[in-house]
């Protein structure tokens, strides 16, 4: 067994430098690396002080006047269990594109400025509804939100419909104005089946129960903005939340996609002798060390024939080496269930 202590000290000596709150994404455009130069400059500093030394949550909140940050009460960690989402569907890994497309195109400029989670002292995690969509939605639909069309819908037509501003916008383009009545059920229907989309998935989408209710507000809000809904930047909400909830919400939106609970593992293709182990035995076999490297770079196995020194497994540079550390506390704290 590895220690929390000892799981943050080894996840620091793989990660790159730069303070934890201030390392987020690379390779964007220059306009996002001056938005995150100042996010760093503005958001960072003034709170690193209480975020690491007081610690206390009250602390968190007083710092950050510009952004309020919640506490979700309540929250209800449980083991991931049963099969992968690959072979729920019946899809092998080589013929999908799920959870693959996490690294394929940066999220647009613009979006408001935020903080990255980052570890606190007593392992609380400032998230954002960013970090929510980065750790859940982005292995499927990609930084932008347009997934990977016919399988993997856009999600950006079905969030805009929950704006009034945006329906009425569009509408109007096509010379029909709308009264307030029959916009407000649209706005409501849509509202009503994104969160119902949400809770159960979809055909070929899995379910996300496990969000709470603020969690769900978060990442709303953030998909407002993500879409380009005018004054979405302004209602954007902060959660406080504990390391092995962080690694919850990254097992199962991203890792559960492709790696099963427990057993023998899938193969990668039909037949074939190289299996994606399981998530059981990941936290076994594995030092978190490994695990950040192979999420963030890349590594092959040394038993593998045929693959490329990277392995076969898309890499996801945009987590960090505290939410990857976060998972492996996640699967150690709560063994994953056949
Ligand atoms: C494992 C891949 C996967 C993940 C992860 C995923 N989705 Fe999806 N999503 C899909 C697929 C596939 C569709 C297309 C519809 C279907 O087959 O269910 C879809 C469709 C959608 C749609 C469009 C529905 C419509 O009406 O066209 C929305 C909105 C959406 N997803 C939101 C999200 C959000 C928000 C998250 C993160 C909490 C998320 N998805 C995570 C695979 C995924
Ligand atoms: C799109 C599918 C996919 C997703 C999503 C995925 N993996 Fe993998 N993973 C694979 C495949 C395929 C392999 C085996 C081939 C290889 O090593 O590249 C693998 C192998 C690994 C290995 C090496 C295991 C070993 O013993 O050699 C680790 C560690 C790992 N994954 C961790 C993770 C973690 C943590 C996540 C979530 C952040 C994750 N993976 C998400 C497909 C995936």
Redesign the pocket.
């Given at each position: 067994m590895v220690s929390e202590k000892d799981l943050g000290a080894r996840a620091e000596e793989s990660s790159s430098g730069a303070g934890a709150l201030c390392r987020h994404s690379r390779r964007h455009s220059g306009y996002r690396i001056l938005l995150q130069v100042i996010s760093c400059v503005a958001v960072c500093l003034p709170s690193a002080g209480a975020a690491f030394g007081e610690a206390s949550p009250a602390g968190l909140r007083q710092t950050r006047k510009d952004v309020s940050v919640r506490i979700v009460k309540g929250l209800r960690i449980t083991p991931v269990e049963g099969e992968s989402w690959?072979r729920h569907l019946g899809i092998p890994?080589i013929a999908?594109n799920?959870?693959?497309v996490?690294n394929w195109a940066p999220s647009p400029p613009g979006l408001s400025v935020r903080p990255s989670s980052g570890e606190g002292p007593d392992g609380e995690f400032l998230l954002s509804g960013a970090d929510l969509y980065r750790l859940n939605c982005q292995?499927c639909h990609k930084a932008g939100g347009s997934g990977v069309p016919p399988t993997i819908n856009s999600l950006i037509g079905p969030v805009q419909a929950t704006s009034a501003v945006m329906i009425r916008a569009q509408m109007k383009k096509r010379g029909i104005d709308l009264d307030a009545k029959t916009l407000n059920q649209l706005v409501s229907q849509a509202q009503a089946s994104l969160r119902t989309r949400l809770q159960n998935g979809g055909e070929k989408m899995p379910p996300f129960r496990h969000l709470a209710r603020e969690e769900m507000e978060a990442l709303l809000a953030y998909l407002e903005e993500l879409v380009g809904v005018p004054g979405a930047k302004r209602k954007q909400i902060w959660l406080s939340e504990p390391t092995a909830r962080v690694g919850e919400h990254?097992?199962r939106g991203?890792?559960?996609?492709?790696?099963e609970s427990s057993g023998p593992g899938?193969a990668?293709a039909v037949g074939a002798q190289?299996?994606?182990?399981s998530?059981a035995?990941?936290s076994r076999?594995?030092s978190p060390s490994?695990?950040i490297r192979?999420?963030r770079e890349?590594?092959?196995?040394p038993?593998?024939m045929m693959?490329s020194s990277?392995?076969?497994?898309?890499i996801?540079s945009d987590?960090t080496s505290e939410?990857?550390g976060a998972?492996?506390a996640y699967l150690v704290r709560y063994p994953p269930r056949p």
């Open positions: 690959l890994f999908s799920m959870g693959r996490a292995s990254l097992v991203t890792c559960h996609i492709c790696h899938l990668v190289e299996a994606i182990p998530l035995s990941l076999d594995r490994e695990i192979k999420v890349g590594l092959a196995r038993t593998a693959t990277r392995g076969e497994m898309p996801f987590l939410e990857i998972a492996y």
